[in-house]
Structures are given as C-alpha cells and as structure tokens.
C-alpha cells in the first residue's frame, strides 16, 4: 500500500475523511485486521471526533482535557472492553500518520482506559450445557434447523470456536474427521480437535440441509439458504436461555468460555488450552485459572501429600 504524504502540520487536517480512509486500508492491508475490526475502529474513531468537533476541539494536536472529557461520556455509558477499544483505534489513528517521522509524534502515553477491575468470565455448568443442548430439539423448528443448531453449538462448546468461525466453515471441510484447521482473528491459523459427538453434529446437520451449497460455500444456512449470520446464533441461544431460565450471561461466547473452563476443571494444561482458544498471550488464556477455583481446592486436598485426609 502506498502511504500517504506527510503533511506539513504532522497532524490530520480539519477535513478528515480521506485520512479516515487510508488509515483503515492500512488496518486491513497491514495490520490484517478483519473487516469486522476495521468497521468498529473506524466506528469507534468517528464517536471521537465527532465529540471533538461538538466541543469545537481541534483534532490536532491531542488535548489531553478533551480526551478526559471524552473519557467521562464513555464511563457511564459503555463496557471497559468498548472503552479499551476505541481507546485503542484513537491511538492507532494518531500513531499511524506519525510512524515515519517519530520526532513528530506527540506524547499520547496518557491516552489510557481506566483500570480494569478483576472479572471472571462466567461459563455456564456442565449441567446448564447439557440443558441447553438438550433444548435445541424441542423447538417447533424444522428437522434440518434443530440439527444446524445443534451443531453450531457444538462447535462452539465441542471445539471453543467462536462465532465467526464456527460460521467461516465451508462445506469441502466436511465431513469432520479428527482435526479442524481453522483461521481465527489476525488470520492466524490452528488446528483443533474434533470429538466424535462433535463430527457426527456436524455430518448431521450438512446431511439435513435442504439447500446445497458448493464446496467452498460456507456450510451452515439460513432458513432462505443464505449464509447463516452471527446475530441469528445469538438471538438462537437468547431463545434456549429464556427457555430455560438461564442467567443472561449464557450467550454464544460463554460456550466458549464453557469449553475453557471444564477443561480446566478437569486438569488440562493452559498452555494447550492457550493452543486450542487461538489466544495470543497465557495472559488471556490465565484468566480460567480463577474460574473452577473451588474444584482446585478440593483437587488440593485430595491429592497433596501434607493432606489431613491422607493422615
């Protein structure tokens, strides 16, 4: 890609747009970041300076009052995750038409979200998994959309996948044998197991489908036969948890914390764990330590050799 001029201030001029425009085409072409990524910096970055602009702010260079001011709309209205995100495309913005020339780029170390507090990502039991399964099969639905449901979640809570890659498989992956090769967020490629239960969900619902996709077509389809989409799962398992009286935290990607977290319960390694998730950093991946913590100490007990119940 052929970067843009430097301009003489250093800084983004009044009129945006266009450094709007080639900064996202670095994010995707560069960075590699997915078309998903790019739409919500660029989102997030639009939120920014269209509260600069009501405020009657330059956008350069970085005033650090407004960004605080900014900063507290954000607090009340927004999850730290969102925060942290927008935070992180300002930067990226500001960082990207500065790299050449680094004497020019001014000091934006303050631009910080506020602390995280300590969370623990909340999974559903293996009783609350085995419900849910369970319920995809007394709905009113067509034969073929239970079985694609099933699946769907399957894959989620059989192999850790996220949505959007449960949904990027393509009918000439299937039949699903031991291993899946699966390409997850920075197009970073690995390979999961594939449990039995797991392949013969998935065989299930590909044999059901009325429609026939081609090879490279993405394997799960909507009730027009079009690609199944990520807000249709979502709304999916918002129905099963209704249904079933679950804790609103039950959503698409506590099944993925599901598959961590008894894992983990059940003494596997981070480290794989980390392989299997497609994290990048233990430090994401450490996160599951904290959440069987009860199971760990009962663990404890049994097996120390200083235990009293070992006398």
């Not at 930067?91 to 934006?108: G, K, N, V």
Request: charged share 25%; glycine share 4%; proline share 6%.
């Amino acid at each position: 890609m052929t970067e843009p001029a430097m301009r003489s201030d250093a800084g983004p001029p009044s009129d945006t747009a266009p450094w709007l425009a080639d900064w996202q085409s670095w994010l995707s072409a560069e960075k590699r970041f997915s078309d998903h990524t790019c739409d919500a910096y660029g989102r997030d970055l639009s939120f920014y300076l269209s509260f600069l602009s009501e405020q009657k702010a330059r956008v350069y260079p970085p005033n650090r009052l407004m960004f605080r001011q900014w900063l507290a709309t954000q607090q009340s209205a927004h999850s730290h995750a969102t925060i942290a995100r927008r935070i992180s495309a300002i930067r990226s913005f500001y960082r990207f038409y500065h790299r050449r020339s680094p004497e020019h780029l001014p000091d934006i170390s303050w631009m910080k979200a506020p602390k995280r507090p300590h969370t623990i990502p909340k999974a559903p039991t293996k009783q609350e998994m085995s419900s849910l399964l369970d319920a995809v099969f007394k709905r009113p639905l067509a034969d073929w959309q239970n079985k694609r449901d099933f699946a769907v979640l399957m894959l989620m809570y059989g192999c850790g996948l996220r949505i959007s890659e449960v949904l990027s498989i393509t009918v000439s992956q299937t039949p699903l044998i031991d291993w899946l090769r699966i390409t997850g967020k920075g197009d970073k490629a690995r390979d999961v197991p594939v449990l039995p239960a797991v392949a013969r969900a998935v065989e299930a619902a590909r044999e059901s489908c009325p429609f026939r996709p081609e090879r490279d077509d993405v394997l799960f389809r909507s009730s027009r036969g079009s690609a199944l989409n990520a807000r249709a799962v979502q709304r999916m398992t918002e129905q099963l948890r209704l249904s079933l009286g679950l804790d609103e935290t039950t959503t698409p990607h506590a099944l993925r914390h599901a598959f961590a977290t008894h894992l983990l319960g059940n003494g596997g390694d981070l480290r794989a764990i980390q392989e299997l998730l497609g994290h990048a950093s233990l430090s994401t991946t450490q996160r599951y330590t904290s959440v069987d913590v009860e199971h760990l100490r009962e663990l404890h007990r049994q097996i120390h050799p200083r235990s009293a119940k070992k006398g």
